[in-house]
């Protein structure tokens, strides 16, 4: 008696698809990474903080200082400033230079969303350089 073990049915049939669940799963990995990546690599707002008991920084020789009074008026150097025509202040106040500093000092009272705003104009305008006046502390107080 003669068996037969194989039949034509049983024959493996080669897959013309390719397999994506590992493209899939590499692609998910690096979402990840870069959602948390991201946010921690970015930086809207170039600004120069020292410490408050630091040694002054030597002054340049027409430096131009941008107040923000307590009424939220703007003042460049000694003269008054609508928000809307700031940037045209400052290229007249620097001769168009863009990498000049800018000082921003700020009355004590005005809230933090204003003083973004005006840091995101003189950002929009092109003036990144922007550092922070306030009064010189002495250590341990």
Known sequence: MAVRLRHPQDDLVEAHEINVTPFIDVVLVLLIIFMVAAPLATVDV????????????????KPIFLTIKANHSLILGDKTVAANSL???????SGSDKQQRVFLQADRTVDYGQLMEVMNTLRAAGYLKIALVGLEARQGQ
């Open 87 to 93: 940037a045209a202040a400052l290229d007249a106040a």
């Open 46 to 61: 170039a600004v120069d903080l020292p410490a408050s008991t630091a040694n002054p920084q030597p002054r340049p020789d």
